[in-house]
């Protein structure tokens, strides 16, 4: 029995935890305790060789265990395994991966280690790698926090080469040969006369062949794939529209349901009435669930419907009903000293404020909702003993837990289908709605249903981005900043998720000041302090997390700085910066946006960074100001992931973060009254439109010394880049989201 307990810097606590049988480090290793998934359905002339590997007569399947939602990372972790296993990408099929633990993130929780993403002593490294066995004891297979790349990149590489020293062995049984006279390429194992074997017909030799451990990786240098610009392996059907996503599974027999949800969030329902619901066309059965219920009909309009002919007496809101009220709750945290987080306290911060000519500013940002273009929705089928579920998610573990618990069933009777997803940006990390697609399976066992939220329900009863305010104060030099205080506080997304699903979140959420206190600037007296706001509205991950409103702070912050002593503000964070990985993203983006030189009358630039995720990001905004409007003209970035993957991918992440944080940054805002939000569809909780979105370009650099991923870390810039553009062009400075509140935008 193994145990890890407390990490000891700051009082950071991770939570003790048992591992039966041992801790796993470093890489994966094929006869640990989670065995392969795909050898308990195999048929005759099939061969499962590594959990990521599935060959039988019709080809070669690479199987992808994290959720593809647009990122690409099907073809991406797609492209680690067929490297090495010597095929195209055109050579095999990619599929998502069965719910299991062997696919388990290894890496998800080293975010949470209070060491700076700089940070690089042998006690930072430790902690990073004790994380893993927890990581393994929970066995969680999540998609998300930009991990997909780094959790797969060893993991999938020894899968492939695994594959392919087994088939080697295989052909040389069927040939009567040294392994040494053979060799690989294409999908074949290769003699030294030329005879070719394909790996199609040596699967059946394999699968009787236990794989290597510790199989040889190729090096960069043979690298045929990895390091190019891949054709995604999703693009034909989602081009053709033949690509299937959870709204599109079709069952015989399938109805369709839908709910109404107490509109003050997370609040009982007293009692409900459906007469007048059962009357309309089409609908079967009203279903109570918690906080509401269920209406079953033969097609999902007819369950919208439905659903808005139910009447209720709902529950009061038990949170305070305004927007003012939650955001008082932040103020709270502050004045109370309801302190979560201290990991940044260098010098003596007081002292050198005393007496000092004090720059002071507060920054405040609302609730964001996730707003995926596909609303949420899941199909669910108990019948024979057993229960299928289909839906995008991220999570699909967790959805066999909560399968368990409401239908009673053993795992080995749960099978989830992890679909294709039209945007995730964390809110598929929630389960709620598959929760209840299975409670209505339940209620009309034997028959398929597919549940489906309108778009009222899913933009009004989300897990929102938490909101969230900062207040700093700081004293200058001529050169810079000489003393920083910033104090940042929002509620714990991290511990109203995790309390979600059962686990507990021990110690300081990080998330609360991620992207503040682990920045690379050095200033002599920096204090960055993180305070807990009561979570008493439901919150969670959203696209880069905490990074996403501390970077706004932070780097807008930087800038008041900067222009309060006329310094340029890209020369003083270079000046501050001792990370050279990061001096040189900043260093490209000034270079790529031409930082310095004369623009048109009315145009300015603007500048931000941040390190989010281990990887530092960049961004200039360029924009014009005519009529007392802001047109955003270009956007430029600058990212370093350490090994450029595919690099094409990369940039597309890059422009989707970018895209992403501008519409959060102009009009993006969830408000709270009478305790509902008000926003119900796209006309009030709006987006950016193709005609504001501006022409990107995007430098891609390989100087971190690790493999990082890129879905989150392009995001966060592009609010406080944006504000300082706006600052340079018209002398406003805007201290809250969202943006379009104090100016207009064409």
Not at 42 to 57: C, H, R, S
Not at 353 to 360: C, H, K, M, N
Not at 581 to 593: D, F, M, P, Q
Request: hydrophobic share 40%; with cysteine.
């Amino acid at each position: 029995m193994s145990k890890l307990g407390k990490i000891t810097r700051r009082t950071f606590l991770v939570g003790s935890v048992a591992i039966a049988g041992g801790a796993a480090f470093g890489y994966w290793k094929y006869k640990q305790p989670f065995g392969n998934p795909l050898q308990a359905n195999l048929k005759e002339g099939e061969a499962a060789l590594t959990p990521y590997v599935f060959i039988n007569q019709e080809g070669i399947t690479i199987i992808a265990p994290r959720a593809e939602m647009g990122q690409g990372v099907h073809t991406t972790l797609a492209a680690l395994v067929a490297e090495e296993l010597d095929v195209s990408l055109e050579q095999v099929t990619v599929i998502h991966g069965p719910a299991s633990k062997a696919y388990f993130n290894e890496v998800l929780l080293e975010e949470a280690v209070p060491f700076a993403q700089t940070d690089t002593s042998s006690m930072a490294k430790r902690m990073r790698r004790l994380t893993k066995i927890p990581a393994k004891f929970l066995a969680l297979q999540v998609t998300g926090g930009s991990s997909s790349v780094p959790d797969g990149f060893t993991k999938m590489r020894l899968a492939g080469a695994a594959a392919r020293e087994t088939l080697v062995k295989a052909a040389a049984q069927q040939l009567g040969v040294p392994e040494s006279d053979l060799h690989t390429e294409q999908g074949f194992v290769v003699a030294a006369d030329g005879e070719k074997i394909s790996y199609v017909d040596l699967a059946v030799t394999a699968a009787t062949i236990e794989p290597p451990t510790e199989p040889r990786l190729k090096p960069k240098s043979e690298w045929k794939l990895l390091g190019k610009s891949q054709e995604r392996v999703d693009m034909v059907g989602k081009s053709t529209g033949t690509a299937e996503f959870s709204i599109d599974v079709e069952l015989p027999g399938l109805l369709y349901a839908t709910v109404k949800l107490n509109p003050c969030l997370g609040c009982g329902m007293n009692s409900f009435d459906a007469s007048e619901a059962m009357k309309k066309t089409g609908v079967k059965k009203v279903v109570e669930i918690d906080n509401g219920v269920a209406v079953i009909a033969t097609n999902t309009w007819y369950a919208f419907q439905g659903a808005n002919a139910v009447t209720f007496d709902w529950q009061s809101a038990n949170y305070p009903e305004s927007t003012a009220g939650l955001m008082q709750l932040c103020e709270e945290a502050i004045t109370n000293d309801q302190e979560d987080s201290q990991f940044r306290d260098d010098g003596d911060v007081e002292a050198a404020l005393q007496d000092a000519e004090l720059i002071e500013g507060e920054y405040r940002v609302p609730y964001l909702a996730h707003a995926a273009m596909e609303p949420v929705n899941a199909t669910a089928w108990l019948h024979d003993g057993k229960i299928e579920i289909w839906a995008g998610n991220q999570t699909p573990t967790q959805i066999i837990k909560e399968a368990e618990a409401i239908t009673g069933l053993d795992e080995s009777n749960i099978h989830v289908h992890t679909m294709l997803m039209g945007g995730g940006f964390g809110r598929r990390l929630e389960v709620d709605f598959v929760k209840q697609a299975i409670s209505v399976a339940k209620a009309m066992e034997g028959t398929p249903v597919k549940l489906t939220w309108s778009r009222e329900e899913d933009t009004t009863h989300d897990y929102y981005r938490p909101m969230a305010l900062a207040r700093f104060r700081a004293a200058m030099n001529d050169q810079g900043p000489i003393a920083i205080d910033l104090k940042c506080s929002a509620p714990s997304a991290v511990a109203s998720q995790m309390g979600r699903i059962g686990i507990p979140a021990a110690g300081p959420d990080i998330s609360i000041v991620q992207a503040a206190w682990d920045q690379p600037y050095e200033v002599e007296n920096y204090r960055v302090t993180g305070y807990r706001a009561d979570t008493v509205f439901p919150v969670s991950s959203w696209r880069s997390v905490g990074a996403s409103q501390n970077a706004f702070f932070h780097e807008s912050m930087m800038d008041e700085l900067a222009h309060a002593k006329g310094l340029d503000p890209v020369s003083m964070r270079l000046s501050l910066m001792s990370h050279e990985t990061s001096k040189k993203v900043l260093e490209s983006v000034a270079e790529l946006s031409h930082w310095g030189s004369p623009l048109p009358q009315g145009h300015a630039r603007g500048v931000a960074f941040s390190l989010s995720f281990g990887v530092p990001v960049a961004e200039v905004m360029e924009i014009a100001v005519e009529n007392d409007a802001v047109k955003i003209l270009k956007a430029y970035a600058a990212v370093d992931v350490g090994t450029a993957l595919d690099p094409r991918n990369i940039e597309a992440q890059v422009i989707g973060g970018i895209n992403f944080g501008l519409a959060a940054a102009m009009m993006g805002e969830i408000t709270v009254e009478g305790g509902k939000v008000q926003q119900s569809n796209f006309h009030t909780y709006n987006s950016i439109r193709m005609n504001q979105a501006p022409e990107i370009e995007v430098s891609i650099l390989e100087n971190g010394e690790r493999i990082r991923g890129i879905g989150e870390p392009g995001l966060p810039p592009a609010a406080p880049a944006l504000a300082n553009a706006i600052f340079a062009a018209t002398g406003k400075r805007i201290r809250e989201m969202p943006l379009n509140k104090h100016i207009r935008f064409v």
